[in-house]
T-cell receptor
Framework: DTEVTQTPKHLVMGMTNKKSLKCEQHMGHRAMYWYKQKAKKPPELMFVYSYEKLSINESVPSRFSPECPNSSLLNLHLHALQPEDSALYLC??????????????FGPGTRLTVL | AQSVTQLGSHVSVSEGALVLLRCNYSSSVPPYLFWYVQYPNQGLQLLLKYTSAATLVKGINGFEAEFKKSETSFHLTKPSAHMSDAAEYFCAVSQGSSASKIIFGSGTRLSIRP
């Protein structure tokens, strides 16, 4: 299995809602990532988990809360989001998070709309 | 800090014509370079990667890229464009000692004319 899956595919939420995005991989990868991508822009790194521990937080607002329950799962909990948070949220994984280079495998993304 | 610059936000070619997407990198150490493709409403897919083993790198879907240190370039080419190649293409570089952090270029949208 060489896939990274993400659910839901689309999500519409109000500014007072709480929702979660889910990412799953079964490639045995020990590094997982969340990216945010606005239209016609490259992905921006948000968080990196390595061996289920948070390694990088790119100064992301606290209304985004990541969680890595096990080596296969990555969640992104959303609360009190703003309309400008509307974007495509991409999950990725890679074999490890250190070394000479690291090929990342991306999921299809969750299209989030905040009303 | 390492970075990549993609020249041309939009490239349009005729079906069957040569595809050339330009990428220049900035790095004080040997870089690790990638080309990713993103089809509409999808995630990113790795086309090819340079890791210093060979300067000419062959990827999927008939794409290849050549690492030229003297020009600090890693341009992506395909001899004959197909309609299915229409997508957004991102050049990327891995960053320094934290090699797993990938820095993406701004992207080039490739359109194919029938």
């Amino acid at each position: 299995d060489t896939e990274v899956t993400q659910t839901p595919k689309h999500l519409v939420m109000g500014m007072t809602n709480k929702k979660s995005l889910k990412c799953e991989q079964h490639m045995g990868h020990r590094a997982m990532y969340w990216y945010k991508q606005k239209a016609k822009k490259p992905p921006e790194l948000m968080f990196v988990y390595s061996y289920e521990k948070l390694s990088i937080n790119e100064s992301v607002p606290s209304r985004f809360s990541p969680e890595c329950p096990n080596s296969s799962l990555l969640n992104l909990h959303l609360h009190a989001l703003q309309p400008e948070d509307s974007a495509l949220y991409l999950c990725a994984s890679s074999p490890i998070y250190s070394g000479t280079y690291n090929e990342q495998f991306f999921g299809p993304g969750t299209r989030l709309t905040v009303l | 800090a390492q970075s990549v610059t993609q020249l041309g936000s939009h490239v349009s070619v005729s079906e069957g014509a040569l595809v050339l997407l330009r990428c220049n990198y900035s790095s004080s150490v040997p870089p690790y370079l990638f080309w990713y493709v993103q089809y509409p409403n999808q995630g990113l897919q790795l086309l090819l990667k340079y890791t210093s083993a060979a300067t000419l790198v062959k990827g999927i879907n008939g794409f290849e890229a050549e690492f030229k240190k003297s020009e600090t370039s890693f341009h992506l080419t395909k001899p004959s464009a197909h309609m299915s190649d229409a997508a957004e293409y991102f050049c990327a570089v891995s960053q320094g000692s934290s090699a797993s952090k990938i820095i993406f270029g701004s992207g080039t949208r490739l359109s194919i004319r029938p």
